[in-house]
């Protein structure tokens, strides 16, 4: 079993930057596939950005240019900068991670964290 944990979450004003961490306990993520998700008020929880065990990185477009997923397998964290914020992308951040993971596919990932706040101010 897997517990995810995410983490940098918080308020800050459009343009600006944060960095989100997911710390995996209970098994190493590798070679799991991670990602990152997002889900606004009212609204469906949708792909962000993934990194697969190979290294291979997707992004969601909107997000393109702005945000980078990166990961320490030492640490068994991943992460993911975010710049250039714009309102739009105020959600609740998650972590998905599974051996089956696959990109933008919400049901192949096997372990999900409890999410961290993201709010960006106009």
């Known amino acids: 079993q897997v517990q995810l944990t995410e983490s940098g979450g918080g308020l800050v004003q459009a343009g600006g930057s944060l960095r989100l961490s997911c710390a995996a306990s209970?098994?190493?993520?590798?070679?799991?596939?991670s990602g990152w998700f997002r889900q606004a008020p009212g609204k469906e929880r949708e792909f962000v950005a993934a990194?697969?065990?190979?290294?291979?990185?997707e992004y969601e477009d909107s997000v393109k240019g702005r945000f980078t997923i990166s990961r320490d397998t030492a640490k068994n964290t991943v992460y993911l900068q975010l710049n250039n914020l714009k309102p739009d992308d105020t959600a609740v951040y998650y972590c998905a991670a599974g051996p089956t993971g696959r990109g933008s596919s919400r049901g192949s990932y096997s372990y999900w964290g409890q999410g961290t706040q993201v709010t960006v101010s106009s």
């Open positions: 209970g098994r190493t993520v590798s070679p799991y596939n």
């Open positions: 990194i697969r065990w190979s290294g291979a990185i």
